[in-house]
């Protein structure tokens, strides 16, 4: 396709879902990575007012705000969609995202049930929906405690609940991803990339 005609064509927006530990997070940030994405494919930084595990970084896994922030830019319409999942407050903010799109860049976003379906219907042409399965009930909870094992166990059997609920939800999105061997995985979200982008 010519440069010109690319220019005008929206981006398209790629969501990958799933439950908690199904390794979507990591499945978006490897394709990003990858030599051959990373100049067409930028990640949306949502809004968040979960408390920051080790290791994230401000303005990069999230931007970390207080409830009254998350408020705030919710009435002000910055944020496009939003949701809670388990207690705390998730948002897209809005003015980036329509940028990005403007300008014919493909956009990869990480949401939960709510926030890929919302999507969907705002972006019923530019969006795809990406579901990230584990390969068990039994990995994810490996995986879960892994990376909540500074938070409680509350909240480990709370997303694990969740995650039992979330799997259902697999058949209503255009593609589905098994995480069982991330290599692969990764190789099979690289390839509906290339198949989708503008
Ligand atoms: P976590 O606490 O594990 O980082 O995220 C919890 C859930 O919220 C995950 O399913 C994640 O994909 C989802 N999430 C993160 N940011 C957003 C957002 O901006 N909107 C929506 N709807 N979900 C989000």
């Known amino acids: 396709m010519k440069a010109s005609k690319r220019k005008n064509k929206p981006g398209k927006i ?3 879902s799933g439950p908690s530990g199904s390794g979507k997070t990591t499945l978006l940030t490897r394709l990003i990575k990858d030599k051959k994405i990373a100049k067409s494919l930028v990640k949306s930084c949502s809004v968040t007012t979960r408390p920051r595990r080790p290791g994230e970084v401000q303005g990069k896994d999230y931007f970390f705000v207080g409830r009254d922030e998350f408020r705030r ?3 002000a319409k910055k944020i496009l969609e939003w949701t809670r999942y388990l207690g705390y407050y ?3 903010p809005k003015g980036p995202v329509e940028k990005l799109l403007k300008e014919g860049k493909n956009l990869g976003l990480c949401l939960d049930l709510k926030g890929a379906s919302t999507l969907k219907k705002i972006y019923p042409r530019n969006a795809v929906t990406i579901f990230v399965l584990p390969p068990s009930i039994g990995a994810l909870k490996a995986r879960i405690e892994g990376r909540c094992r500074e938070t409680n166990k509350k909240e480990i059997t709370q997303r694990l609940r969740l995650a039992q ?4 939800a697999a058949s209503h999105f255009d593609y589905r991803v098994l995480n069982r ?3 692969v995985a990764l190789q099979e979200t690289r390839k509906i990339f290339f198949k989708e982008k503008t």
Do not use: A, D, Q, S
């Open 14 to 16: 790629f969501i990958l």
């Open 73 to 75: 830019l919710l009435k």
């Open 90 to 92: 998730y948002g897209t």
């Open 165 to 168: 609920k979330e799997v259902l």
């Open 181 to 183: 061997n991330l290599r």
